[in-house]
C-alpha cells in the first residue's frame, strides 16, 4: 500500500453491515487526518483515534459476545494490540517523541485495517447478519477497478 497517497474510504471496504462500515469509515477518516495533519495538530488527532478505537472496537466485542461469535478472542486480541500500540505513541508523542513516530503509527493502522476488515472483520458481518437476518449479506461495490490481464 502506498503510505505517500491518503488513505480514503472505498467501496472496497464495505462488508455489508451498515453499523460496522459506518464505524469503519470513521477509521479511516481519522487515520487519513494523522496522516496528512501538520506536526501540531498530529496529537489531537491520535487522541481523537484513540476515543474513536476504544469506541469501536468495544463495539465490535459487544456484538461478538452478544452473538457467541467464535473467533471473538483472536479478533479482540488484535484489537487490543492495536491499543496498546495506540497508547504506547500517545504517551511518546506527549512526552516530545518526533512526530514521524505518530505517523509511522498511522501508517502502519492504514497497512493494517485492509486485511483486518477482509479477514476477520468480514467473518463477523457475515456472522452478525447471518444470525440477524438468515443470510449473508450482499455488498454493492462502485466504481471498483480490476486489474488489466
Same mark, same amino acid.
Request: net charge negative; with cysteine; glycine share 6%.
Given at each position: 500500500?502506498?503510505?505517500?497517497?491518503?488513505?480514503?474510504? !472505498?467501496?472496497?471496504?464495505?462488508?455489508?453491515?451498515?453499523?460496522?462500515?459506518?464505524?469503519?469509515?470513521? $477509521?479511516?477518516?481519522?487515520?487519513?487526518?494523522?496522516?496528512?495533519?501538520?506536526?501540531?495538530? &498530529?496529537?489531537?488527532?491520535?487522541?481523537?483515534?484513540?476515543?474513536?478505537?476504544?469506541?469501536?472496537?468495544?463495539?465490535?466485542?459487544?456484538?461478538?459476545?452478544?452473538?457467541?461469535?467464535?473467533?471473538?478472542?483472536?479478533?479482540?486480541?488484535?484489537?487490543?494490540?492495536?491499543?496498546?500500540?495506540?497508547?504506547?505513541?500517545?504517551?511518546?508523542?506527549?512526552?516530545?517523541?518526533?512526530?514521524?513516530?505518530?505517523?509511522?503509527?498511522?501508517?502502519? &493502522?492504514?497497512?493494517?485495517?485492509?486485511?483486518?476488515?477482509?479477514? &476477520?472483520?468480514?467473518?463477523?458481518?457475515?456472522?452478525?447478519?447471518?444470525?440477524? $437476518?438468515?443470510?449473508?449479506?450482499?455488498?454493492?461495490?462502485?466504481?471498483? !477497478?480490476?486489474?488489466?490481464?
Amino acid at each position: 500500500m502506498d503510505v505517500s497517497a491518503p488513505f480514503e474510504w !472505498t467501496d472496497s471496504f464495505k462488508l455489508g453491515y451498515t453499523p460496522m462500515d459506518e464505524t469503519h469509515q470513521e $477509521f479511516v477518516e481519522i487515520v487519513n487526518a494523522m496522516l496528512v495533519c501538520p506536526d501540531g495538530d &498530529l496529537l489531537k488527532h491520535l487522541d481523537e483515534f484513540a476515543l474513536h478505537g476504544e469506541a469501536h472496537f468495544a463495539q465490535e466485542l459487544a456484538w461478538m459476545t452478544a452473538s457467541d461469535f467464535p473467533s471473538a478472542d483472536c479478533h479482540a486480541g488484535e484489537h487490543n494490540a492495536v491499543m496498546k500500540s495506540v497508547y504506547e505513541v500517545r504517551d511518546l508523542l506527549a512526552s516530545g517523541a518526533d512526530p514521524r513516530v505518530g505517523r509511522g503509527l498511522a501508517e502502519e &493502522l492504514m497497512r493494517w485495517f485492509p486485511g483486518h476488515a477482509d479477514y &476477520l472483520d468480514s467473518a463477523l458481518a457475515q456472522w452478525l447478519v447471518k444470525k440477524k $437476518f438468515g443470510g449473508v449479506p450482499v455488498v454493492i461495490r462502485r466504481n471498483m !477497478t480490476f486489474p488489466q490481464p
